[in-house]
């Protein structure tokens, strides 16, 4: 097997502060990938992924990341924040079938967390995905393994 490829990356990442307690970042990447030349040699005979763009890469990805931080009296911190992160669709496998495309999908995050006065600990309640969005990260075929 032997693979040569084209790519091309753009990231552009912007931050925000509105005051002491706020924290806006946002960002956007674009990336263009092709296989300029890529043969696979398998038992039933070679396949040809040349012109194919890369398998689990989005051409398009973005995020926006809010934060606010609240000093207490104590000289403690109380910070919420709320990540979301946007990715295209993608081919999830090198098959290129289109039962294989990751859907874009959009992934938000909320987070709370105390951070002790004297900074010697931090205490956070999370929560991963929470517009339960359901999305395929990976896709694998075993049926001629």
């Given at each position: 097997?032997?693979?040569?490829?084209?790519r091309?990356?753009?990231?552009?990442?912007?931050?925000?502060?509105p005051?002491?307690?706020w924290?806006i970042?946002?960002g956007?990447?674009?990336?263009?990938?092709?296989?300029?030349?890529f043969?696979?040699?398998?038992?039933?005979?070679?396949?040809d992924?040349s012109?194919?763009?890369?398998?689990?890469v989005?051409?398009?990805t973005a995020?926006?990341?809010?934060?606010?931080?609240?000093?207490?009296a104590?000289g403690?911190?109380?910070?919420?924040?709320?990540?979301?992160?946007y990715?295209?669709?993608?081919?999830?496998?090198?098959n290129?079938?289109?039962?294989?495309i990751?859907?874009?999908?959009?992934?938000g995050?909320?987070?709370?967390?105390y951070?002790?006065?004297?900074g010697?600990?931090?205490?956070?309640?999370?929560?991963?995905?929470?517009?339960?969005?359901?999305y395929?990260?990976?896709?694998r075929?075993?049926?001629?393994?």
């Open positions: 097997m032997r693979a040569l490829s084209i091309a990356r753009f990231e552009l990442e912007l931050t925000y502060l005051s002491e307690n924290l970042r946002a956007y990447g674009y990336t263009k990938t092709e296989f300029d030349e043969i696979s040699q398998q038992p039933g005979g070679d396949i992924y012109g194919q763009e890369f398998p689990n989005p051409e398009t995020f926006i990341d809010l934060r606010y931080t609240n000093p207490l104590s403690a911190e109380f910070e919420i924040a709320t990540d979301w992160n990715a295209d669709d993608y081919f999830v496998d090198l290129y079938f289109p039962d294989n990751g859907e874009s999908r959009t992934i995050n909320l987070y709370l967390r951070h002790s006065a004297d010697q600990w931090t205490a956070s309640l999370y929560s991963r995905n929470v517009a339960n969005e359901e395929v990260v990976n896709r075929d075993f049926s001629n393994a």
